[in-house]
């Protein structure tokens, strides 16, 4: 007791245990400070001026930048603080468009959520917004700087999460704004699409690129197959505005209200993170027994990682597998299987990520100028599809996911969480398949949200040293440990902090919801009662059928970069 140290909030006296700074105290008494420019993932910046608070000697602090002191006393709500508050909301939406319903943003806009909170009905200044401007060279996200707040939450993701710098502050004073270098167009900035940016966005400024309109009109035309398939991420993302908890499995679900829809034929992309997980750890037997220089070899599966490293480590490109994205590998196959359809056929990616839809377009994944996946839509666009459609989707009944390409491994579905491919491979490459050594896998350190983690692990006679890195950050800190001479022989990337459950796609999410929903995807693989890539009945089926002889065609690319332009 005689240590223990307090301070004062709202009157109510709260022991310092170790908090950063002021917001994470006042948490503790159950009061939630607004903010626009605090995001605990990144470095304080403290412009917004939103989170001040009261101290004993009427003085205000930003309750984002000040760490706790033992004695001191301060309040969070105060006639002064509201009329502040009011006031700064008031100046933002002075200049801010003002047409919520036509945004994209409508209903997780930060701004939009203050606004209401502090009552603001009435804004006492006239509106000097200028119309959009727009910029949606990106395949992934759009921009519009009118709807920007300058809190910079954007430019510090870029920065320090993702260390790709694409985007910046340019200009001084009221001619402040987020740009690329020299205003060049995202496209053709060194840009990975991963959309981080638009998770940190509080506003509508930065948003996912909106496809929603394309797959309508694929489905309203009778005349054309529509065939879907969803990444294991989504099922444990739906979001509240749907219903779902946090990390509950909504599969079932998302395959009876895609049906409604009218998709022709849904499957579940774990199925194809199945032929991943075999062919990614034929590949690494390979360079592990051949002791090929090309080693460590990179997982391939994130396609803002792939594009990092082609513009960033170009020279490491020989160390990335070869091996396509479960969701191209699945497209390719599909494509096969609709070969001899008498009907035009459309196919989409359900997925948590907006680096796919640079993926889908990339001229790699192009058969005779035709892309396999047509269209890429993120979780967010599927929920408002759902809304838009009516379903009733809490009420509607769980549905299987069509045949011939039904069968799933619980190996394919932790793909979505950082760590899972490592542990996927691993499942595959162990010699001792027992469920003792199934589960011990999961204890040699690969699981977990950390954004770096290693391990060893004997692959037959060998020790094999892994790397699971989320964040490009830590992955370009990771290379640049390897190229000071560590030897690692596999490292798993994924561009997103905590892997697919955090994508740029997603509906925005808590740190600890985000938790969940990897504790979702490790629950779903529990309840598989296929564990290993391997035993998935239809992986032989496929070699024997669609895949025989043209392995390599269907399921492997060399990438030659490209651009990340729209076509
Ligand atoms: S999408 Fe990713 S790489 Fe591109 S600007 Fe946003 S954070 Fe940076
Ligand atoms: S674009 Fe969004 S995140 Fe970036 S500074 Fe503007 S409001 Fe903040
Ligand atoms: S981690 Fe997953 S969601 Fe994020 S960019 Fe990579 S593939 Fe997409
Ligand atoms: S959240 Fe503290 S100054 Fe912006």
Not at 85 to 98: F, P, T
Not at 440 to 450: C, D, H, K, N
């Amino acid at each position: 007791m005689a240590n223990k140290q307090f301070m004062t909030v709202d009157g109510i006296p709260v022991e310092i245990n170790g908090e950063k700074n002021l917001l994470e105290l006042i948490r503790k008494v159950g009061v939630k400070m607004p903010t626009f420019c605090y995001h605990s993932e990144l470095s304080i910046y403290g412009a917004c001026r939103m989170c001040m608070v009261e101290n004993q000697w009427g003085g205000l602090e930003a309750a984002c930048s000040t760490p706790p002191k033992a004695g001191m006393e301060i309040r969070t709500n105060t006639e002064r603080l509201r009329k502040y508050r009011k006031m700064i909301l008031e100046l933002l939406l002075a200049n801010h468009c003002r047409d919520c319903t036509t945004c994209d943003n409508n209903g997780t806009c930060k701004l939009q959520d203050l606004a209401m909170r502090f009552d603001i009905n009435d804004v006492r200044f006239p509106n000097t917004a200028e119309k959009p401007k727009i910029e949606d060279s990106s395949v992934s996200i759009v921009r519009d700087a009118h709807k920007c707040i300058l809190c910079g939450d954007c430019v510090r993701m870029c920065n320090e999460v993702q260390n790709v710098g694409a985007i910046d502050f340019a200009h001084r004073g009221s001619k402040m704004t987020i740009s690329t270098a020299f205003d060049i167009p995202l496209a053709e900035s060194p840009c990975v699409g991963c959309g981080q940016c638009a998770q940190a966005c509080p506003t509508g400024a930065i948003v996912v690129k909106n496809d929603i309109a394309k797959v309508w009109k694929a489905l309203d035309d009778r005349g054309t197959k529509v065939t879907v398939q969803i990444a294991p991420a989504v099922r444990v993302a739906l979001g509240r505005e749907l219903g779902i908890a946090p990390g509950e499995n909504a599969m079932g679900r998302i395959v009876a209200a895609l049906r409604r829809m009218g998709f022709d034929e849904i499957y579940d992309t774990s199925t194809s993170a199945d032929l991943t997980v075999l062919e990614e750890s034929n590949e690494l037997a390979k360079r592990l027994g051949e002791g090929k220089a090309e080693l460590p070899l990179f997982s391939s599966c994130c396609p803002a990682w792939v594009r990092y490293c082609e513009t960033r480590y170009p020279e490491l490109m020989e160390h990335v597998s070869t091996c396509k994205s479960p969701m191209q590998m699945f497209a390719a196959v599909i494509r096969e299987n609709n070969r001899t359809s008498s009907r035009k056929c459309v196919h989409v990616a359900v997925m948590p990520c907006t680096a796919k839809k640079f993926e889908a377009v990339r001229d790699e994944f192009k058969v005779e100028g035709k892309q396999d996946v047509d269209y890429v839509l993120t979780t967010q666009e599927l929920v408002r599809m759902i809304k838009e459609s009516g379903i009733m989707f809490r009420d509607i009944e769980p549905e299987a996911v069509d045949m011939p390409f039904g069968t799933m491994t619980g190996a394919g579905v932790i793909f979505g969480v950082t760590g899972g491919v490592t542990e996927a491979v691993l499942r595959r490459l162990a010699s001792d398949k027992s469920n003792t050594a199934l589960m011990s896998i999961a204890y040699t350190g690969v699981r977990g949200m950390e954004g770096v983690k290693e391990a060893r692990v004997m692959v037959g006679e060998k020790e094999v040293r892994i790397g699971v890195v989320s964040g490009l950050k830590n992955a370009s800190d990771l290379i640049e440990r390897i190229k000071a001479g560590e030897h690692f022989d596999f490292v798993e990337v994924m561009a997103c902090p905590g892997g697919c459950v955090s994508g740029g796609g997603q509906p925005f999410a808590s740190n600890m919801e985000r938790e969940k929903r990897g504790a979702g995807l490790y629950s779903a693989d529990k309840l598989c009662s296929i564990k290993r890539s391997e035993e998935n009945p239809l992986m032989m089926s496929l070699y024997n059928g669609i895949l025989k002889g043209r392995v390599h065609e269907l399921l492997h690319v060399h990438y030659h970069g490209a651009k990340q332009e729209d076509n």
